[in-house]
């Protein structure tokens, strides 16, 4: 009689790599401690996490490279290892694995404003703070790779790039309203609209120059430049916006 082969595809057999690993274990692992179990749960939970950052960096890497259309997802497999069916149980789709890049990524960004540290400064140091980490919260890679992205695919995620928005450059803008209203009870801000003054100090921090950055048409500013940036951009926001002198 001729030997018969039968093949499995790739997720049958993981299956059944897990079921008898599941049996192996049933049988030969004595019953663990609950300290040691708990131990175990952190450990994966790590692990879990630890594979999900490293897949979304590699994901997010190749959608700014490449776009949202031509990326597929064995580009992202290739890149960051895992299996289709990890992407799928984990983000649902495509759609679902960039809607979570952009949304994680407008957070971090934004989540590196220390408003505790800021508070406890001066009105223009507060500003000056403030301007510098957003700034380079504007001109880092990541961020800028979400708002190339977000011009190209607009139409496609209107609903994702509104949160981008309301995560990213709408947040900025309502977090530093409130320290300017802050200033402005404790009298170091003349009386007016503190929203309307956020927006025109977000708008300046950046200006046309994170536009050529984001269009390609020139590099990120290196430091000495950015300082500059933000140094003109506090000094217009006070001479506009500052408490007026007693005579």
């Not at 952190?42 to 999900?52: E, I, P, Q, Y």
């Not at 957070?107 to 001066?122: T, V």
């Not at 980490?133 to 977000?150: E, H, T």
């Amino acid at each position: 009689m001729s030997a018969r082969f039968v093949r499995l595809d790739p997720a049958a057999n993981e299956m059944a790599d897990e079921h008898q690993l599941r049996g192996s274990s049933l049988l030969g692992t004595p019953t663990m401690r609950t300290g040691d179990m708990a131990m175990n749960d952190a450990g994966s939970l790590l692990r879990a996490k630890t594979g999900r950052d490293a897949l979304l960096a590699a994901a997010a890497s190749i959608f700014f490279e490449q776009g949202y259309e031509a990326t597929r997802i064995d580009d992202i497999i290739e890149r960051a290892g895992g299996s289709k069916r990890n992407i799928y149980e984990e983000f649902g789709s495509k759609e679902g694995l960039f809607a979570a890049i952009v949304t994680e990524r407008a957070e971090r960004a934004l989540s590196a404003l220390a408003m505790d540290e800021i508070r406890a400064r001066s009105l223009e140091e507060t500003l000056r703070l403030f301007g510098r980490q957003l700034m380079d919260s504007y001109m880092s890679k990541a961020l800028l790779g979400v708002f190339r992205i977000a011009i190209i695919e607009h139409v496609r995620f209107p609903f994702l790039i509104r949160r981008f928005y309301d995560l990213g450059p709408g947040l900025a803008s309502a977090r530093l309203a409130e320290l300017l209203l802050e200033a402005q009870r404790r009298g170091d801000l003349r009386e007016g609209d503190c929203a309307m003054a956020a927006d025109h100090f977000v708008a300046m921090i950046r200006g046309n120059v994170h536009l050529q950055v984001v269009l390609r048409l020139r590099a990120p500013p290196l430091a000495n430049e950015r300082r500059a940036l933000v140094d003109s951009a506090v000094a217009l926001l006070l001479q506009g916006w500052g408490k007026v002198p007693e005579p």
